[in-house]
């Protein structure tokens, strides 16, 4: 129903930065929530920023204050700005579109985009 289509990863030096982008086609009517996952090496994926469809944001704290979570909903596309970047940062990143299943409940169906690499190394 959900198709994400994730661009703007690469490699970039300490410092640098990068912004990903998100595009969601299909149905997506009931949104809950879009976000962004990242998952290093050896780690468990982790959340690193969400925006909820009030606009309310959340961002894991290894980030806060580097990045930004940002929509533009007549696209309905979610970006990342990710500045100031570190070599832990180095992560495949994963786009994330939650649904509600109708009326005003909580988030039932879970979509993903094919992740995204993102390298900051010297």
């Known amino acids: 129903q959900v198709q994400l289509v994730e661009s703007g990863g690469g490699s970039v030096q300490p410092g640098g930065s990068l912004r990903l982008s998100c595009a969601a086609s299909?149905?997506?009517?009931?949104?809950?929530?879009m976000g962004w996952y990242r998952q290093a090496p050896g780690k468990q994926r982790e959340l690193v920023a969400v925006i909820f469809s009030g606009n309310s944001v959340n961002y894991a704290d290894a980030v806060k204050g580097r990045f930004t979570i940002y929509r533009e909903n007549a696209k309905n596309t979610v970006y990342l700005q990710m500045n100031s970047l570190k070599p832990e940062d180095t992560a495949v990143y994963y786009c994330n579109v939650a649904l509600r299943g109708g009326g005003y409940g909580p988030p039932v169906n879970t979509y993903w985009g094919q992740g995204t690499q993102v390298t900051v190394s010297s």
């Open positions: 299909g149905s997506i009517s009931n949104l809950y929530a």
